[in-house]
């Protein structure tokens, strides 16, 4: 049986143990070793992901992260209601502990029950928070599932994430020349000055419904009194739309050959680097249909939202693992208001128990 005190007592305990990510060792050990005690067996990979598995065939995966965003040290989680929050000086670390906590309850309930379940493996990868660095050098070796759910979504449990965009990086290195600012700027050649000639070029904000572009940030010059030799422009542009995604990599690509012209003393690199793949889910995705399935009988509607962000979703499906990312019960994430909803988080355990009774 899933039981709401224990649940919020699990979420209590593992957010306050901090976790930034590339810090997750803490959180990795403990959670090892409540599902050793739960009877799995654990694996480290290469990385520090963990994963855990029954040692069945076929079983499904269930996954979640284990890093959280900053300000994320010395969170002190308290129940208001029906909500559980921080004390507003850091994040809440729902995401994704409100994920992790729903799977060890269902998991909890279980083997308390005694009652047979569905085959499973479990990975907890590490950096998700800061590109999927986790899962993109999970060991795939080690999962045999065909099919995961990932417990990574905002809001509840039934709001499914039914396309998430790729994501394209931008670094743009432009190299001008330094000289005194004062005595002979002549002599110089301002990369600052054709970052912004760059920058005022680019596209940015929202392109349409599924396509956006950010510059995110400059950095460039060292004092006040000399022309600024070297500058980095970060961006990136994120799309559902394969054309779009080609079309703003030629775009880039133009504008800095323009500015090029403009300064042909000047070196500017461009490089481009694709974070994650998009995907849409359709109607006959394995996973997708299980989870419907499985929320329906709980009497859940399934609701399927667009996503702008990235999962570990993303990468498990580039490997080939039909993967749905559903809600778990959390709110304002990534900001000191995070929130999660306490029935929310009940109803997370209880499509996680129920995906594993069902055979
Ligand atoms: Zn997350």
């Known amino acids: 049986m899933i039981r709401r005190e224990r649940l919020v007592q699990t979420f209590c305990d593992i957010a306050k143990i901090d976790s930034p990510s590339g810090e997750e060792?803490?959180?990795?050990?403990?959670?090892?070793?409540?599902?050793?005690?739960?009877?799995?067996?654990?694996?480290?990979?290469?990385y520090g992901n963990l994963v855990a598995s029954d040692g069945r065939p076929d079983?499904?995966?269930?996954?979640?992260?284990?890093?959280?965003?900053?300000?994320?040290?010395?969170?002190?989680?308290?129940?208001?209601?029906?909500?559980?929050?921080?004390?507003g000086t850091t994040i809440l670390g729902g995401d994704c502990k409100a994920g992790i906590s729903a799977i060890l309850e269902a998991l909890e309930s279980i083997m308390e029950d005694g009652v047979e379940y569905h085959p499973v493996e479990?990975?907890?990868?590490?950096?998700?928070?800061?590109?999927?660095?986790?899962?993109?050098?999970?060991?795939?070796?080690?999962?045999?599932?065909?099919?995961?759910i990932v417990f990574d979504g905002e809001g509840p449990v039934s709001?499914?994430?039914?396309?998430?965009?790729?994501y394209v990086g931008f670094d743009i290195e432009i190299t001008g020349r330094a000289a005194h600012?004062?005595?002979?700027?002549?002599?110089?050649?301002?990369?600052?000055?054709?970052?912004?000639?760059?920058?005022?070029?680019?596209?940015?904000?929202?392109?349409?419904?599924?396509?956006?572009?950010?510059?995110?940030?400059?950095?460039?010059?060292?004092?006040?009194?000399?022309?600024?030799?070297?500058?980095?422009?970060?961006?990136?542009?994120?799309?559902?739309?394969?054309?779009?995604?080609?079309?703003?990599r030629v775009q880039i690509t133009d504008v800095v050959k323009e500015v090029e012209k403009l300064f042909p003393d000047a070196t500017i690199n461009n490089h481009l680097h694709v974070e994650f793949e998009t995907y849409t889910l359709t109607d006959d995705d394995p996973a997708t249909m299980r989870v419907k399935e499985t929320l329906k009988g709980l009497g859940?509607?399934?609701?399927?939202?667009?996503?702008?962000?990235?999962?570990?979703?993303?990468?498990?499906?580039?490997?080939?693992?039909?993967?749905?990312?559903?809600?778990?019960?959390?709110?304002?994430?990534?900001?000191?208001r995070e929130y999660v909803t306490i029935p929310d988080l009940v109803d997370a355990a209880h499509l996680c128990e129920a995906l594993l009774r069902t055979k």
Not at 32 to 43: A, N, P
């Open 122 to 148: 479990l990975a907890f990868t590490r950096e998700e928070e800061i590109g999927l660095v986790g899962a993109r050098n999970l060991d795939f070796n080690l999962i045999t599932a065909k099919e995961a």
């Open 300 to 336: 859940l509607k399934p609701s399927m939202k667009p996503s702008g962000g990235g999962t570990d979703g993303n990468v498990f499906r580039l490997n080939g693992i039909s993967s749905v990312v559903v809600g778990m019960a959390d709110h304002g994430m990534h900001t000191v």
């Open 159 to 166: 709001q499914i994430t039914a396309s998430s965009p790729t």
């Open 25 to 46: 060792e803490n959180m990795a050990i403990n959670i090892s070793s409540r599902l050793e005690t739960l009877g799995f067996k654990t694996m480290r990979d290469a």
């Open 181 to 248: 600012a004062g005595v002979e700027p002549e002599k110089g050649l301002s990369s600052i000055k054709i970052a912004s000639e760059i920058i005022t070029r680019l596209p940015q904000g929202r392109l349409d419904e599924n396509t956006t572009v950010n510059v995110g940030t400059i950095e460039g010059g060292t004092v006040r009194n000399a022309v600024p030799e070297t500058t980095t422009i970060r961006g990136e542009f994120r799309s559902t739309s394969i054309e779009n995604l080609d079309g703003l």
């Open 59 to 87: 079983p499904i995966l269930l996954s979640a992260h284990l890093d959280t965003v900053e300000p994320g040290r010395g969170i002190n989680p308290s129940v208001k209601g029906d909500r559980i929050v921080s004390d």
